[in-house]
């Protein structure tokens, strides 16, 4: 892998993107429990005019930064330059609880080069935190060094999911999840595929699983997983990467567990 692309103006990429996820939350914050404009996607996927205006600033920042670097982003068509690095963006992940005036959400910003992650950061706006990983280097929560959690069996564990759009995905989470009560502490329903993976990264949650995502939605997880110590695969137990479309993570144990306890279950064998 070639040496991380230059900024224009010097800056590091750490720096850059830290930048870009402040301004962006900013945008957020400011829009959040305004008046939106709501488009329908689909059933339950939805897109706002708050999500086009932070992703148009987002995109603004980085190509000033980075002026030959692709972006795939959300609510916008790829760029079209030839080059293996590229930003994948989520402005606003968790739309739906940003439409509904519930505080979780995130703003997502990663480099990849091909299909891997190399660095990555979900924030927070609400709370102020910025979750950031570079591979090699650790992951961190404002700075500080954090790790996935050490817990050995799902019984002592918390677990986050999350409902697919596709209705047959969701019902089979859904019967996942009833197969294995009452043997847990307790589910979540988390609402962002970004923030539930920083929450894994950081020990909040134990483990988490999603039967059907895009690469601006476990960006900035691929790399604060394996950085902070877990494992990441989608449910096929293959290694992820920016094509997986499912995902189970948790610290390796843990990891393994979940994989014994649900196999042959529908939600696996799809």
Known sequence: ????????????????????????GDVLVRRFTSALDITYKGRGNISTDADREAEALAMQLLRKEYPGVNIMAEE???DQASTGWTWVIDPLDGTRNFASGIPHFAVVVALSYGDQAILGATFDPIRHELFYAEKGAGATLNGKPIHVS??????????????????????KSIHLL??????????????????????????????????SLYPWDIAS??????????????RKDVPGNLRSSTLVVANP????????????HEWRTA
């Not at 892998?1 to 962006?24: H, Y």
């Not at 997880?221 to 989608?234: Q, R």
Request: glycine fraction near 8%; charge should be neutral; hydrophobic fraction near 40%.
């Open 1 to 24: 892998m070639p040496e991380l692309p230059k900024s224009v103006s010097g800056r590091s990429a750490r720096a850059i993107v830290t930048d870009v996820c402040a301004q962006v």
């Open 178 to 211: 009833d197969s294995l009560w009452p043997g847990m502490q307790t589910a979540r329903v988390m609402g962002s595929a970004a923030l539930a993976l920083a929450y894994v990264a950081a020990g909040r949650l134990d483990l988490y699983f999603h039967p």
């Open 150 to 171: 050490n817990k050995q069996t799902l019984q002592e564990s918390v677990l986050g999911f999350d409902l697919s759009y596709k209705s047959d995905e969701a019902r």
């Open 253 to 264: 144990i843990l990891h393994k567990r979940f994989m014994e306890a649900t196999k042959g």
């Open 76 to 78: 916008t068509a790829p």
């Open 221 to 234: 997880g691929l790399v604060l997983i394996p950085e902070a110590g877990g494992l990441y695969t989608d």
